[in-house]
């Protein structure tokens, strides 16, 4: 069975600070894929990234950054220079799955206050 | 481009009383569509889940049901609400698997506030 684990519910850091947000995964899969959305205060879920496990290279884009390590079964992500708009939940997600249906599991979220 | 559209945005329905969500996708054929449930401070609930016309998978018994009547359209329905039907419903659509079978992301609705009283 796929489990996600996001063990920090909430975060608060001052505007322009970095701060990391954890995700561990457990699966039986070799083959699986890793997600990160974004649920602002309006209740969107924005799709954020996608990793799949035979790809370990960390990923940049702009102010987010994407650290997954296989060997720890961790998919953090880093926020740098934190904006007041960063504030949200924020969500890791693991899909395994075959034929059709690309089951998903959810972590409960990292609810991240950035204050100005 | 695709999009997702649900409605309506806020719901508000005394117990008892019957529930139809109603979610569409443009700009895709053959999607993958969920429907989730968010209580109030908590995660990501799957309800249903459909990878074809008529076909529904249910991941949690409870009073509510889905259909998907055409490609693109996806409905969450209850003959009976109960008030733990409270809650932050969201419709997502996924793309099949692409070319290398890989596993697509799953994009979602502004979703339904829906509050039983």
């Known amino acids: 069975a796929q489990k996600v684990t996001q063990a920090q519910t909430e975060i608060s850091v001052v505007e322009k600070e970095d701060v990391t947000l954890d995700c561990v995964y457990e699966?039986?899969?070799?083959?699986?894929?890793l997600f990160w959305y974004k649920q602002p205060p309006s209740g969107e879920l924005v799709f954020l990234i996608r990793?799949?496990?035979?790809?370990?290279q960390n990923e940049i884009s702009g102010r987010y950054s994407w650290n997954f390590q296989k060997s720890t079964s961790s998919f953090n992500f880093t926020i740098t220079a934190s904006q007041v708009v960063d504030s949200a939940v924020y969500f890791c997600?693991?899909?395994?799955?075959?034929?059709?249906?690309?089951?998903?599991?959810f972590g409960t979220g990292t609810k991240l206050q950035v204050i100005p | 481009s695709q999009t997702i559209h649900q409605w309506p945005a806020t719901l508000v329905q005394p117990v008892g009383s019957p529930l139809s969500l109603e979610c569409t996708v443009e700009?895709?054929?053959?999607?993958?569509l969920y429907w989730y449930r968010q209580a109030a401070g908590r995660g990501l609930q799957l309800l249903f889940y459909?990878?074809?016309?008529?076909?529904i998978s249910s991941e949690v018994p409870q009073n509510l049901s889905a259909s998907r009547p055409q490609d693109r359209q996806f409905i969450l329905s209850s003959k009976k609400l109960l008030l733990s039907d409270s809650g932050f419903y969201l419709c997502?659509?996924?793309?099949?698997?692409?070319?290398?079978?890989?596993?697509?992301?799953?994009?979602f609705g502004d979703g339904t506030r829906l509050s039983i009283l």
């Open positions: 997600a693991l899909s395994e799955g075959s034929g059709g249906y690309q089951k998903v599991t």
């Open positions: 699966t039986r899969d070799t083959t699986y894929y």
């Open positions: 459909s990878v074809g016309i008529g076909q």
């Open positions: 700009g895709t054929s053959n999607p993958n």
């Open positions: 997502a659509w996924s793309g099949p698997r692409g070319r290398s079978n890989s596993n697509q992301p799953q994009h």
């Open positions: 990793r799949n496990s035979f790809d370990e």
